[in-house]
């Protein structure tokens, strides 16, 4: 019997950790969205090593490892991987999913692909917020004592504006689609 498993674009954007400056995904979390094994994944990578320059794939550090079994509170049975940790940004994600040649590798790519693009924009958009309430920061110092009322006017709108930013935006509705996963 088959189950259905829904994958969802927050799903996957829990999944992207940012090292070395860039965006990438893990690829045990790779594998368990596509259905293989961690092992398959890194043979299918090292058969097709071409295919993965270094702004595609690299091979995590043993601190940034350590920094990943810490945010995860995972150990292993035997003290760690046997290998090294393989990082995948975007364009190595769906590499990966070209040389696995699943169905489902296919389809779930497409989901990764829109997380980190979702990320990027949400990146940009708290880029470009941020030097706009700088702007409005430096005019609102700039101006003298007549427009005191104007000064307080701006400082609160800043002041709720920066409290927005905090917080966490309300929940979107979700973005998925079920796919059979074999037992």
Known sequence: MKDKEIILVDSIENNIYNFRG?????????????????KRLNEQVKRNIKRFPENFMFELTKEEEKEILKSQNATSSYGGRRSRIKAFTEHGALM??????????????????????????????????????????KVSKSLGKETKELRNSIDTIMQTINGMMIQHPPKKQQIGFKTDNKN
């Not at 860039?22 to 961690?38: C, F, H, P, Q, W």
């Not at 070209?98 to 829109?114: F, H, P, Q, W, Y």
């Not at 990146?123 to 706009?132: F, H, Q, S, V």
């Open 96 to 137: 990966l999913a070209n040389v696995l040649k699943t169905d489902r590798a296919i389809e779930v790519s497409i989901l990764v692909i829109e997380a980190f693009v979702k990320i990027r924009q949400m990146a940009l958009t708290n880029e470009d917020l941020a030097r706009r309430l700088t702007d409005l920061e």
């Open 22 to 38: 860039k965006n990438v995904m893990l690829d045990s979390d790779l594998a368990r969205l596509y259905g293989v094994e961690t």
